[in-house]
């Protein structure tokens, strides 16, 4: 009998959704709907032309490549100098590496 049942109220709610969305359909109907004016065409294109697009896309680029190399500068840990050392650790540099630069002519391996 709890099968019935429950058969019985799954039908009951379908049935209803159907009545309600049957009731929906009529203000959908296309009598519903009138047109008051058929629209317009442009008489001529709105969209910016492609010299826009190119200026917007440099001015972008100069932005982009300006903000990277900012923001990799800011995020440089490296100590390039002397006074750098100095200046974040607090203590006075005693010894420095000097550069070596390489000659014109390479030793065999």
């Known amino acids: 009998m709890g099968m019935a049942r429950d ?3 799954a039908l ?3 049935y209803e959704m159907a009545r309600v969305t049957g ?3 009529v203000f959908e109907a296309p ?3 009138k047109v008051l ?3 317009d065409s442009p008489a001529r294109k709105i969209t ?3 010299i826009v697009y190119i200026l917007a896309g440099i001015v972008a680029g100069i932005a982009l490549g300006a ?3 900012g923001m990799a500068e800011f995020l440089d840990t490296r100590l390039r100098k002397p006074g750098d050392f100095a200046r974040i650790f607090g203590v006075p540099v005693i010894a420095r590496i000097p550069r070596i630069e390489p000659s014109g002519e390479r030793l065999p391996a």
């Open 48 to 50: 910016p032309g492609y």
């Open 31 to 33: 009598e519903r709907v």
């Open 67 to 69: 903000g990277l190399a």
């Open 37 to 39: 004016e058929d629209p």
């Open 23 to 25: 009731a929906l359909g």
């Open 7 to 9: 058969n019985y109220d």
């Open 12 to 14: 009951a709610k379908r």
